[in-house]
């Protein structure tokens, strides 16, 4: 099975900053890596397939990189809104996983 | 726009049969993509469970140790999760989900299931 460690777990920010979080596969996936937000109490939301294609509708702060076995996703200017969990989600292979999520909090 | 909607039990006794059902609306089950189970306990990380096609292949978490079953119902375009043999370990949100060509691209709004006597 393949293993998805996110870090930081927890990072503090403040509204303007540009922030990076970095997924770290077992095994090489190729770009077939996802990232999703998540606020408390409700469902993840798709943010960035393919590694770097930004799903509909997603701001354009938001960007993603790599391949292989490691990945970043970006903010470029946090947004009040950006503050939640973030999780990767490699699909190249089954079983599918899941990063443990980073945590943004403010500052 | 596709909506995803999670039904069942809310408690389920240790030892007993865990049941969901996610109904599809916005868009046919028999059109393509796979359909997904996710879970996360109160407070942690998300855990995949199994996807199913509209064929009814099927592939689940082997971490689940054969517990899982996952069918498709097309004509009420609906799919359903069962998992067997449940602890408190099994208590969790879960979250049926559109998956893509492998990531989840619709969620539903999560039920959360209490394994307890």
């Known amino acids: 099975d393949i293993q998805m460690t996110q870090s930081p777990s927890t990072l503090s920010a403040s509204v303007g900053d540009r922030v990076t979080i970095t997924c770290r596969a077992s095994?090489?996936?190729?770009?077939?890596l996802a990232w999703y937000q998540q606020k408390p109490g409700k469902a993840p939301k798709l943010l960035i397939y393919k590694a770097s294609s930004l799903d509909s509708g997603v701001p354009s702060r938001f960007s993603g990189s790599g391949s292989g076995t490691e990945f970043t996703l970006t903010i470029s200017s946090l947004q009040p809104d950006d503050f939640a969990t973030y999780y990767c989600q490699q699909y190249n292979s089954y079983p599918y996983s899941f990063g443990q999520g980073t945590k943004l909090e403010i500052k | 726009q596709v909506q995803l909607q999670e039904s069942g039990p809310g408690l389920v006794k240790p030892s007993e049969t865990l049941s969901l059902i996610c109904t599809v609306s916005g868009y046919s089950i028999s059109s393509g993509y796979y359909w997904g189970w996710i879970r996360q306990p109160p407070g942690k990380g998300l855990e995949w469970i199994g996807i199913?096609?509209?064929?009814?292949?099927?592939y689940c978490n082997p971490s689940l140790k054969s517990r899982v079953t996952i069918s498709v119902d097309t004509s009420k375009n609906q799919f359903s999760l069962k998992l067997s043999s449940v602890t408190a370990a099994d208590t969790a949100i879960y979250y049926c989900?559109?998956?893509?060509?492998?990531?989840?691209?619709?969620w539903g709004q999560g039920t959360l299931v209490t394994v307890s006597s």
């Open positions: 989900a559109k998956t893509g060509t492998g990531y989840n691209t619709n």
């Open positions: 199913i096609f509209h064929s009814g292949n099927t």
């Open positions: 095994q090489s996936i190729s770009s077939w």
